[in-house]
């Protein structure tokens, strides 16, 4: 693509215009400068609120796949790719899921995720092998993520993952992009023009992490990892995190921190089965049986208790 299409094209993306709010803010007191960051923050929220139903849309797709076996894949290039990353690290400690569940892949490599490999972005035919080398099928959901929504590298990922017949999903920042048109469901929460221009680690960013904190942890919820509001997938592997299940054991069940610490040892360091042990009075192996057959949702496994 020649040079004065693409600036052509940046000058149609939100994500690229100049934030008339900020064009005096070098010249502003450090407390004048934070207000109007801070201003434009406040903004991020209720874009992702507009994005509501497509985010609903894209939790259901995913969760669907993911409960018959397949995966999640988030794929970006810099900012995008890094912000990818984090939620994906985060689901096997507060989801206790296997970590090959929801895989992050971004542009130029693991490398990139701590030094910058921008040029890296701009290779559709890489993102096209990433995603074919981590053997994407029709199972498994891909998650393409860029505020400009014309990465390259995303895009050729997303249209390997559609002809895979993967549902596709796209997360940026502006209406109508590329990527949009090629996703089966497109997610855009419209922030607006950055403080400093093109920085869209900013606003963009938020609204981002936004988004793919609100699929990961809804999944998850779909998926029986959580019960009532407590993180009951956890595997206590540090003190820290064993003091913390047996917390958990007793805001569920009312059970002391001693009675707590005794069943969680009962259960083999398993949160959800010592809830169920103590909630339907029932010894590990019948409580195992009954998460088994509930498909690991402890509401489902007390409701079956009651039968």
Do not use: W
Request: glycine fraction near 10%.
């Amino acid at each position: 693509m020649m040079r004065h299409d693409i600036t052509e094209q940046l000058k149609r993306l939100a994500t690229e215009e100049r934030n008339e709010r900020t064009v005096e803010i070098d010249c502003l007191p450090t407390i004048e400068v934070l207000r109007l960051i801070n201003d434009e923050d406040k903004k991020v929220a209720f874009a992702v609120e507009a994005e509501l139903p497509s985010i609903a849309r894209a939790v259901d797709g995913i969760a669907d796949r993911l409960a018959k076996g397949g995966r999640l894949f988030y794929v970006g290039a810099g900012t995008s790719g890094r912000l990818g990353f984090v939620d994906a690290s985060e689901c096997p400690p507060t989801f206790g899921v296997d970590p090959s569940l929801v895989q992050a892949i971004i542009a130029g490599g693991e490398k990139a995720i701590s030094h910058s490999s921008e040029g890296a972005e701009d290779d559709a035919g890489q993102g096209e092998r990433d995603i074919i080398g981590r053997g994407v099928n029709a199972h498994d959901a891909v998650v393409g993520i860029a505020a400009s929504g014309r990465t390259p590298y995303v895009i050729g990922a997303l249209e390997a993952a559609r002809r895979l017949g993967a549902l596709t999903i796209s997360l940026t920042c502006n209406r109508e992009s590329e990527m949009a048109k090629i996703a089966d469901i497109a997610i855009a929460p419209v922030v607006g023009p950055e403080v400093i221009l093109g920085s869209t680690r900013m606003k963009a960013g938020t609204a981002q992490k936004m988004v793919l904190n609100m699929i990961s942890t809804t999944v998850m919820i779909k998926l029986g990892k959580v019960y009532s509001n407590l993180m009951v997938d956890m595997r206590p592997s540090n003190a820290k995190l064993v003091d913390r299940a047996r917390r958990l054991i007793m805001i569920a069940t009312g059970a002391s921190y001693a009675e707590s610490a005794r069943i969680l040892e009962d259960a083999g360091l398993n949160v959800k089965r010592a809830i169920v042990m103590l909630k339907a009075g029932v010894n590990a192996e019948e409580a195992g049986k009954l998460l088994d057959a509930a498909g690991g949702n402890v509401r489902e496994a007390l409701i079956m208790r009651r039968r």
